[in-house]
């Protein structure tokens, strides 16, 4: 049985998976979004003495609040007892235009799993100019950015979506506008610092 849920599954079953949670959500009038959970726990904290913004009865995001503690420890329990030994196998394509890039993809477990380029994710690299722009402005930027547009990505591109709102489309295309800059032209110079 652990070795079937280390291997990686179809896409098909994601996408299905998806579909149905949000099925379930919009028939109870739920929607999904990660950066409501924040907008809780600063609500929790007391934050809604000080800011208008957080004062609201956060318990009606108590699902939302358990969903993202689910996500937190399946994340761990995945990492911990179920995270296959050999890298991840992403395209070739993309190995090549990282390495360009200087990034390079780990070929043993010591080198890491490849979700995330040890050579960029590290405390040597937070204190940096490049670790400062990319962790401390790209989170800013990430956490500005969902509350500017009312939302994160998992937000509008599966909630927003789902219910056919055309701000979320909007939104979504933004989202992968964005991306494509940044992929292309903003995150190769800040890999040049």
């Known amino acids: 049985m652990l070795e079937l849920l280390q ?5 098909a079953f994601s996408g299905f998976m998806i579909a149905f949670t949000m099925f379930i959500l919009l028939f109870f009038g739920k929607s999904f979004g990660m950066s409501a959970t924040m907008r809780a726990m ?13 004062d609201f009865d956060w318990t009606t995001q108590g699902w939302n ?13 995945a990492s911990t007892y179920l995270s296959n030994p050999n890298p991840v196998a992403i395209s070739p394509a993309t190995i090549g235009y990282l390495q360009n890039l200087g990034v390079d993809y ?13 050579e960029l994710f590290n405390l040597e690299m937070l204190f940096t100019m490049k670790g400062l722009l990319l962790f401390i402005g790209g989170g800013f930027l990430v956490g500005f950015g969902a509350r500017y547009a009312g939302g994160c990505t998992s937000g509008h591109a599966i909630s927003g979506l789902a ?7 909007i ?3 933004g989202f992968f506008i964005g991306g494509l800059a940044m ?11």
Do not use: M
């Open 163 to 169: 219910n056919l709102q055309w701000p979320s489309l």
């Open 42 to 54: 600063c609500t929790v904290g007391g934050a809604g003495k000080k800011i208008s913004f957080f």
């Open 65 to 77: 609040l358990l969903f993202a503690l689910g996500a937190v420890l399946g994340g761990y329990i």
């Open 171 to 173: 939104t979504v295309i």
């Open 7 to 11: 291997q990686p599954w179809h896409w």
């Open 183 to 193: 992929t292309h032209f903003i995150l190769p110079l800040i890999l040049q610092l």
């Open 106 to 118: 780990p070929s043993t477990i010591q080198e890491g799993t490849g979700y995330v380029p040890l």
